[in-house]
């Protein structure tokens, strides 16, 4: 079965540095999205991205975000100067999109868990 | 954020019996709700859904029920099985945002006995 892949497993970084997370999201998808979980926490929506650009965006998501998809087949999450509250759990996530008389579910990646010392 | 409620932070079950989760939920706009499994060290996975316009949705071992004057859905699974042992998640959509944009329950950790 397809699935969503999330490159690395585990990053770790300064504070202040920039990282930026990898995704191959499922190949026939056409929407994208990130989530984050902090330790403890729930699972949260951080953006939503269809045809190259955002369509929504949670309060989380601020200036020292980004995303894109730079080619055909990745999508990638940039946070500009990570603080120590970014670490948490980031996944991907990837869907068909709506269908006529159902709705195609989220299809998550094992996530990326990303430490800020 | 208190909009997705799993007020049940875990459930232990016999494996062949059946294994209820409970969520409830507060936004009158959540048109779509979802059920997914997670296991350590994996993303969630998704099992199954219910759109606001039915009440009951199976797949297999699954079924999900929505009580929409109540604001609560329910996952059974008949039988539990020792592989289901994971932390499952209610998840809900409110209708005129994102499609994929979903509020989350904090969890229910499953744990079914041989």
């Known amino acids: 079965e397809p699935e969503v892949t999330q490159t690395p497993s585990h990053q770790v970084t300064q504070m202040g540095q920039e990282v930026i997370l990898r995704c191959v999201p499922i190949?026939?998808?056409?929407?994208f999205y990130w989530y984050r979980q902090i330790l403890g926490q729930k699972v949260e929506f951080l953006v939503s991205?269809?045809?190259?650009?955002?369509?929504?965006k949670s309060e989380i998501f601020d200036d020292q975000f980004s995303v894109e998809r730079p080619d055909g087949s990745n999508f990638t999450l940039k946070i500009r100067s990570t603080k120590l509250e970014d670490s948490a759990m980031y996944f991907c996530?990837?869907?068909?999109?709506?269908?006529?008389?159902?709705?195609?579910?989220?299809?998550f990646g094992n996530g990326t868990r990303l430490t800020v010392t | 954020d208190q909009q997705v409620k799993q007020n049940s932070p875990s459930l232990s079950v016999q494996e062949g019996r059946i294994s209820i989760l409970n969520c409830d939920y507060t936004?009158?706009?959540?048109?779509?709700f979802l059920w997914y499994k997670k296991y350590p060290a994996e993303g969630p996975t998704f099992l199954i859904s219910?759109?606001?316009?039915?009440d009951k949705n199976e797949d297999g071992r699954f079924t999900v029920f929505l009580n929409k004057s109540a604001k609560h859905l329910s996952l059974h699974i008949v039988p539990s099985q020792p592989g289901d042992s994971a932390v499952y998640f209610c998840?809900?959509?409110?209708?005129?945002?994102?499609?994929?944009?979903?509020?989350f329950g904090q969890g229910t950790i499953l744990t079914v006995h041989p």
């Open positions: 996530a990837s869907s068909e999109g709506p269908r006529t008389g159902d709705n195609s579910p989220l299809h």
């Open positions: 190949s026939n998808h056409l929407y």
């Open positions: 991205f269809y045809n190259n650009e955002i369509s929504e």
């Open positions: 936004n009158s706009m959540f048109d779509y």
């Open positions: 219910i759109s606001s316009i039915k």
């Open positions: 998840a809900a959509r409110a209708g005129g945002t994102s499609y994929g944009k979903l509020t």
